[in-house]
């Protein structure tokens, strides 16, 4: 049993079925947040009941609690997103996992808005996550994916210090460059313009400018005293 629904605010929820949860991908999760929707719930078989043997479980919680990770660093609230295990015939299960999930979201309120993103923010920062997605399936398959037989270990090892340093120095620096990028598509900025925007502090903008314009990727512009598209 697999599924993912996709809940709007108005509490309507949409179901999208697949046939194992191994298939649902980090594109699948951000689209849905993209598309406006306030939450995103994945339910899939127990860990070590697999229906297909391919323990495409084990692979979207992965991608879970990465993506909860992701969230988080963007200003979205993790919550929003949730992974749950159960058989098909927990029927009775399903109805509290979602109605739990429904609560929450509720709770959560409208993507966004309640975690103080203005629309055009909140935009731009899926929209860098969006374009970095073919890199975030490369590193969780080749530096981040745990191997383990609990859902607890998993849990604990992307909340322990190493998955954090491994965040910080294969996804973080490069989530912020996508995320100036997006940013000075619109116009040339400064600095502190930058910083405004993305809650990044200037020194951190700065650093990131700088490999940026060393990649050819970004120019200076003297007269301006802003950073403009290469």
């Not at 609690?65 to 992701?70: A, D, Y």
């Not at 979602?98 to 309120?109: H, I, L, M, S, Y």
Request: net charge neutral.
């Amino acid at each position: 049993m697999a599924g993912v629904s996709r809940l709007q605010y108005t509490t309507e929820i949409r179901l999208i079925r697949v046939m194992c949860s191994g298939r649902v991908d980090l594109a699948h999760l951000f689209r849905a947040f993209s598309n406006g929707m306030d939450g995103v719930l994945i339910g899939g078989c127990r860990l070590k009941e697999c229906n297909y043997i391919t323990h495409g479980n084990y692979h979207v919680l992965n991608l879970v609690l990465l993506s909860r990770r992701i969230m988080k660093y963007i200003g979205l609230n993790p919550d929003r997103l949730r992974i749950e295990f159960m058989s098909s015939g927990e029927g009775n299960l399903f109805a509290k996992v979602v109605d739990d999930f429904v609560a929450t979201v509720r709770e959560a309120g409208p993507l966004g808005i309640s975690e103080g993103l203005n629309p055009e923010t909140l935009r731009l920062n899926l929209k860098a996550v969006y374009k970095l997605i073919p890199y975030f399936r490369l590193v969780e398959s080749e530096r981040l994916r745990g191997h383990f037989e609990t859902r607890e270990q998993f849990e604990a090892f992307y909340a322990g210090e190493e998955f954090e340093r491994l965040f910080k120095e294969l996804i973080a620096d490069k989530l912020a460059i996508s995320q100036i990028i997006a940013l000075l598509q619109k116009k040339p900025l400064s600095t502190g313009e930058i910083s405004e925007v993305l809650g990044l502090s200037p020194s951190d903008i700065s650093k990131h400018l700088n490999n940026s314009a060393r990649q050819g990727l970004v120019r200076y512009e003297e007269e301006e005293k802003r950073f403009a598209l290469a």
